[in-house]
C-alpha cells in the first residue's frame, strides 16, 4: 500500500515539475531549463512533496489545491542538491547513480540551474491557485522560506561545512541535522496542513512526525554510508570519513544508531494518533527505517 501511493504521489508530482520547468517561449535560453531539469527528473523518492500531498488529504484538504506547494519544496531539494554537490561544497560526481549537474553542464551552469529553480519554487506557490485563499498562500510561502532560508536548510549547510575536519558534539550535529534535512522534511507536513487549514492539533502532529521520521532519515543515511552499496545508494561510499564529517555512527556506533532508527520510527508513528486515516503515513516511517538507498 505504501510503495503504490508513494508511486501515485511520484508520478502525479513529476508530471507536474514537467510542465513547470518550461521556458514561456524559446528565448535561446533553455539550456537552463534543461540542466534544471535534469536534476529535477533525476528520480528520488518524492518524500517531501508527498509529505505535502498526504497530509493535505489526511486534514480533509484538496490535494489538487496542494499541488503547487508541493512542487516548490520539491523544486527547492533539487536546488540544494544540486548546490551541495558543486567542488566548493561535497564536490561530489554521482547523484542517484548519474553524474551530477555540474558533471554534465559545467560548475556555472548547475549553480545557475539551482538558482533558477530556487526561484521558480516561489513563482510556482505564489502563482493564482483558485482553490488556496492569498492568505493561505502566504501563510505557506512564509513557511517554505523559513524552512529554506538561513534559519532552515541554508543555515544547516553553514554549519555542515564548518563541522568539516572537526569534531563536533551529539547535540550540534542533532542541531545541524534538525536544520539541513530536517527543515525541509518538516516543511512538507506543515504545507499540508496549511494547505487543508487544519487545527493546530494537527499542524503540531504532524511536525513532530516529520521531525521524527527527518532525523531517522538523517541517522539511516549516516548508516549507509558505511555500510551501503554505492551501486544502490547511487552516491559514493565512505565520503562523510573522507571529508572528515562528524556522523552520528562516528559517535553512537552502529548498533545504537540502529535502536535509536526504530525508537524515532516508534515516536513518529505514536504522534499520528490525532489522524484517523494513518496508516500509510506509518508504514511510509518503518519504510524509510529501512531503506537501502
Known amino acids: 500500500m505504501v510503495e503504490q501511493r508513494l508511486n501515485q504521489y511520484c508520478e502525479s508530482v513529476e508530471a507536474a515539475l514537467m510542465k513547470y520547468i518550461q521556458p514561456e517561449r524559446d528565448l535561446g535560453h533553455t539550456k537552463i531549463f534543461e540542466a534544471a531539469r535534469y536534476s529535477a527528473m533525476a528520480g528520488g523518492k518524492r518524500i517531501r512533496p508527498a509529505l505535502v500531498l498526504e497530509f493535505c488529504r489526511v486534514c480533509g484538504g484538496d490535494i489538487e489545491a496542494a499541488m503547487p506547494l508541493a512542487c516548490a519544496l520539491e523544486m ?4 540544494s542538491l544540486i548546490h551541495d554537490d558543486l567542488p566548493c561544497m561535497d564536490d561530489d560526481d554521482l547523484r542517484r547513480g548519474k553524474p551530477t549537474n555540474h558533471k554534465v553542464y559545467g560548475e556555472a551552469m548547475a549553480v545557475l540551474a539551482g538558482d533558477g529553480l530556487l526561484n521558480l519554487a516561489f513563482e510556482t506557490a505564489s502563482a493564482h491557485n483558485p482553490k488556496l485563499p492569498p492568505e493561505v498562500q502566504v501563510q505557506a510561502i512564509r513557511a517554505l522560506s523559513r524552512a529554506s532560508g538561513m534559519d532552515g536548510m541554508i543555515g544547516g549547510q553553514v554549519l555542515d561545512m564548518e563541522a568539516e575536519n572537526r569534531s563536533i558534539t551529539l547535540e550540534e550535529l542533532q ?64 565520503s562523510d570519513a573522507e571529508n572528515g564529517k562528524s556522523t552520528y555512527p562516528s559517535l553512537l556506533g552502529m548498533e545504537k544508531c540502529r535502536e535509536l532508527v526504530d525508537q524515532l520510527t516508534q515516536e513518529a508513528i505514536q504522534a499520528l494518533a490525532c489522524f484517523e ?10 519504510m524509510l527505517a529501512g531503506r537501502i538507498k
Open 277 to 286: 486515516d494513518h496508516e500509510f503515513l506509518a508504514e511510509l516511517a518503518k
Open 175 to 238: 542541531t545541524l541535522q534538525s536544520l539541513k534535512t530536517g527543515a525541509l522534511l518538516k516543511a512538507g507536513a506543515s504545507l499540508g496542513c496549511i494547505a487543508a487549514r487544519a487545527t493546530k492539533e494537527q499542524r503540531r502532529a504532524a511536525e513532530t512526525y516529520a521531525q521524527k521520521i527527518g532525523l531517522a532519515f538523517q541517522i539511516r543515511d549516516d548508516m549507509l554510508d558505511i555500510e551501503g552499496d554505492a551501486a544502490v545508494f547511487g552516491k559514493p561510499i565512505g
Open 76 to 79: 527547492i531539494h533539487t536546488y
